[in-house]
């Protein structure tokens, strides 16, 4: 998925293989929060998941917390009129979290590989909209959901397989889409602000290539899709350059304007659909997915009388360009050097804040080479290393593949990078830490280590 998390859209494939049925034979009941739940072939949420699993989300919520600090931030920027809502417990039905979100079955999204389940009608949520008809459904308007979200995937510095989202959306009556009416007029003075601040927005997107407009609203009310569309746009152009701005001015150390551009998505909930990304630190960064509420959507919802749109986008990936914070692990870190930075500098306007990395300890690479079984995929290494070494691993990589000529077996090499964020790890340590990854992956996928 993509780093920002917001990728359901656009779903890396490279080197992926299929999930590993022999591990997850256990017919045990799974116990999440204290509730049993039922296991099946899909199960897959090993015990480090599930010790992370809680009645509701828990970082965005403490104090000091960066991420509390953005969410707060985030809800400051767009304001009273959004409804806050803390999520519940991440246990959800496959239903909710892809079905009724029109994800075909054969999407990369729901597979074992990259989802965790709970069972084959279970899993953890994976992005904040498996809440978007919820929300709806218990009659908020205009609303500002915030969750942690789970998903199997690589490890590095900005991959952990529990993160958090926060997912917006903003929906109205027909009458209110009207020219004039009052959605228009909040467009109106947003644009204002808007075209007199130092940002650059960059938006040639033709709406086909974003999808289209629905049928629905073709037939029912084009005038008011668009202007919904209007509305997304300028909400979310105030949001990242109030979020960024600051940062951007004391960093560029020039005149040039802050710069956002609008790009083309596909999310199988919305239409048009869009990304939206910043010119930060010389590249672009994906910030958040975006679009016009697909109908069928608000009439599962019951609202099938309204229209509007939603976005989602990564705290994590926001924060660490925003605070300097250089590995994502730190989110998790009770260490006082970490959180007690973001007490002292609660007077500073927050984009302003900025992390200073104590010191950084030394690290030890182990590489761990095997033949290639047929069902492997890589992200049960990655679960496997991550299961025994826990927040002692910063990164895998893959450094080696060959495929062996006469035998056609595909051999593949990859490196683990141990390292601790508040101490120095003993190499023996290490070694026995290594040794327990490499007995399970014997054990429980018959890897033939080399
Ligand atoms: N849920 C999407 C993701 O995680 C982001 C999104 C939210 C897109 C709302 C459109 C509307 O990739």
Known sequence: ???????????????????????????????????????????????????RVHPHP???YLENQPLALLRGEIERVLGARYMPIRAPSPVVSTRLNF??????????????SDTYFVNKNTCLRTHTSAHQIGA?????????????????DEIDSSHYPVFHQMEGASVWNHEELVPGGSVEQECVAMEQKLANVPMEIQDQVSVEDAGG???????????????????????????????????????????????????????????????????FRGKWLEILGSGVVQQ???????????????FGLGLE????????????????????????????????SLPLMTFKPYSKHPPCYKDVSFWLPPNFHENDLFETVRDCAGDLVEDVECIDSFVHLKTQKASRC???????????LENEQINTLHNAVLDRLRREFSLEIR
């Open 1 to 51: 998925m993509s780093k920002l998390g917001v990728g359901i859209a656009a779903k890396r494939v490279c080197g992926r293989g299929f999930h590993n049925s022999v591990r997850l034979a256990s017919r045990q009941p799974l116990v999440l929060n204290g509730i049993e739940y039922a296991t099946d072939n899909y199960t897959n949420v090993p015990a480090s998941i599930a010790s």
């Open 58 to 60: 828990q970082l965005p």
């Open 99 to 112: 079905d009724e979100l029109g994800f075909p079955e054969d999407h990369p999204g729901r597979q074992p």
């Open 136 to 152: 709806f459904r218990s009659g908020n308007l205009r609303w500002l959901l915030t969750a942690d979200v789970f998903r199997r």
């Open 213 to 279: 407009w629905q049928p629905k609203h073709e037939a029912n009310n084009r005038q008011g899709a668009e202007l919904s569309m209007r509305h997304l746009k300028a909400t979310l152009n105030t949001l990242v350059y109030e979020l960024f701005q600051p940062r951007w001015a004391l960093e560029s150390q020039s005149d040039e304007p802050l710069k956002v551009r609008w790009i083309p998505a596909f999310f199988p909930f919305t239409s048009p659909s869009f990304e939206v990304e910043v010119w």
């Open 296 to 310: 069928s959507i608000l009439d599962q919802s019951g609202l099938a009388d309204k229209m509007g749109w939603a």
């Open 317 to 348: 990936r926001i924060a660490m360009v925003l605070f300097s914070i250089p590995d994502i692990r730190l989110f998790w870190s009770q260490d006082k050097r970490f959180l007690g930075q973001f007490a002292k500098q609660s007077g500073r």
């Open 414 to 424: 990859y490196r683990v990078n141990y390292r601790s964020m508040d101490r120095n």
